[in-house]
């Protein structure tokens, strides 16, 4: 009997070292995973077969793209219009998008940032309930709390009058707040409603998004997702994001990030759009008739068209972090970052970049576990000139700003997470109005923050580096 498991062991590691050797992953993620993999052979398995099999994914992102090969052509040929519509000559880095990510450049657009929730709900739901179209929905999470309701009543108003209304929400997200019986309504009222990647498999590959396109005239994106914790904050503490308005030839972007979403995420059923898909990319206003003349590209992975690298996001902050010259200023919750870009924040700052991170003080869960991840990375950047900063509530902004023209803000954090597993997506300007308008917001920001004391950060106990070096092994899942 010793003699028949020992065999089947074997067999078990030659399996496994076949499974990960050919999995394109990288060496250290190679590495862990066999640890894993040899010293919990069954459990082992069944995690990672859970959240680390990115050949299963693969396999199912050619099953997706083959069954709906028709559609994401035709939405490429609609948003195919001039990449450079005004003769601009572009940049490197818009080059760089428009070549890898697959960006579209436009340069008739306005934006209105907002940095609370309790503006930016109050312009959504205004701008809902002045559809007169079709309205599209997608959120990483939605809660059952007096804002998820108001949206769900406003959808299901507009629903009643014919309005065509569809909503998108990760099926990981809201599995804890109890925010189906608000679906079912929805539904009912005449609305369309779909989870994204329901089933186990999928557990570790999240669509991490906030979207809402109104008309195909005006998008909404950014950190906030719908409830009223990120109006009022949460335990008496405020609740730091950022969010933004669109209206311009930027929205085309955002509305085929949404359909090509709602397609992949149709199994056997029919589509459930009522029209052509052209009918959703109305042609923007006349630029002359206001001040729309902000360029602006949308980056975004996952997809299942030409958005298929999920490296998009990933090359693209490294990209733009590395091609740093005065400043680099990063608004990330979570500070798990690879390596190549913790070398590159160290690299930058030696060389006189002022290069400074602002993270959380607070969690709404997991602090303990997130605290010690960010320790763990920021003691790497001890001696670099990198200025961290812990804003006195929750901060939950996912931007960046870059010398004295680029700005990025959208739904991507500087961890592993979202640079290479989830589906994320930012908008990308190149505007010096627009920048020092930001700076002047991150400026606030730091007066009601607390920069780290890396003198007294140094002086560690043996408790505390045990537990963040334990703790760093899980950084790919934070």
Known sequence: ?????????????????????????????????????????????????????????????????????????ELDDIIQRSNNPSNRELSPTQCFHEKWCGSMFTDDNVVEIFTNGEPKFASLFEDLRQAKDHIHVQYFTIHNDPIGQELIAILKEKASQGIEVKLLYDSFGCFMTFVGPLFWELKKAGGKVRGIRPYA????????????IVDGEIGYLGGMNMGERYALGVRGK???????????GGVHDLQQIFMSDWIASTRKERIGFRHRLRHYFPKPDDP??????????????????????????????????????RR??????????SEPVLQSLKTLALRGVDVRIMTSSYYTFGGLFHHNIKNYYFRHLVDSGVRVFKYKGIMHAKTMLIDEDLLCIGTVNLNYRSLELDDELFVYFESPELNDKYADILTNDVAQSVELDYVKFRKQTLRSRALEAIVSLFSPLS
Request: glycine fraction near 6%.
């Open 1 to 73: 009997m010793r003699q028949i498991l020992s065999l089947l062991y074997i067999g078990y590691l030659l399996f496994i070292m076949l499974l990960i050797f050919f999995s394109g992953k990288k060496p250290l993620q190679r590495f862990s995973w066999l640890l894993v993999l040899t010293f919990l052979p069954i459990v082992g398995l069944v995690i990672y077969l859970l959240l680390g099999s990115e050949s299963y994914w693969a396999y199912r992102r050619r099953k997706i793209r083959q069954r709906h090969k028709g559609l994401f052509s």
């Open 238 to 248: 405020e609740w730091r994001d950022t969010h933004i308005r669109l209206a311009g």
């Open 288 to 325: 002359s008739k206001g001040h729309r003349d902000l360029p602006t590209q949308t980056v975004a992975n996952g997809l299942y068209n030409k958005f298929i690298h999920q490296d998009v996001i990933n090359l693209s902050y490294f990209n733009l972090i590395t091609g740093a010259k």
């Open 201 to 212: 498999r999928a557990l570790n590959y999240r669509n991490h998004r906030k979207l809402v």
């Open 328 to 337: 680099l200023w990063i608004q990330t919750p979570y500070f798990p970052p």
